[in-house]
């Protein structure tokens, strides 16, 4: 029973995204996401017990990571390459509590906001994550690792540790670029085939005519600037004051 329920054996394989699981999980999350805001913003907790609780999500989502691959290698018996990060948001599961616990400022430009995004996509729109009736490991594995992806940088945005604003838009960029590689390079040579950064299928971003992947990546593009510039407008319009007096 146990084994079944490790593997995701449990329950009626299907499609139940937009159903009681993943609406229930999508409202905990939510709840979590605002309690982050409201430890973040709170005046009655200081900036060391703020790092406390960045350090207690950061070091739970890593240990959390190991745990899954874990699972995955002696339960389902996966191959040892299964532990590489195939996804975004395996890749960022692992990437992001780091770069809160090392507090790497480049790594926060490079990735948070990518992250972020892609844990509120997941929910939104979940790709063969809700595929079981039951709610297996499987599928609260990824509930808990998109999960991660949220609240470490909505909580370091809540408490003014870290705002992501326009001047860090290249790095992001950037970021986005060494997820391509991830997963359209390194994938590749470790021979996985799936289409890991859903440049080809999974989003709902279709031009008549124009190759998908080159449709999605434009969209991506564009958002990434907006998102950039809207998560802190005041830092960001005093960047563009500055540019322009520069010129």
Known sequence: MLKDWLVGNLGTPGEYQYQEIHLISTAVVLLFLVLAI???KSKKINDK????ILYSIAIFQLSFEVFWRLIYLFVK???IICWWP???CNLGGIILPIIALTNWKIGKKMFYLFGFIGGLLTFM???GIFCS???SFPILKSILQHTGL???PCFEHSAKIYRHNIKDYLWTILGCFIHLINCEVIDRLLGFTGDYMFLRSGLPFVIP???KFIVTSIFAIIIMAILSYLSDIKSSNKFFKERKATM
């Open 38 to 40: 409201f430890l973040g």
């Open 133 to 135: 009736d039951v709610l």
């Open 77 to 79: 018996k996966d191959n």
């Open 49 to 52: 017990k703020k790092k406390i």
């Open 86 to 88: 195939m996804y975004p």
């Open 209 to 211: 005519g124009v190759p």
């Open 150 to 152: 949220l609240l470490i």
């Open 125 to 127: 729109m979940p790709e």
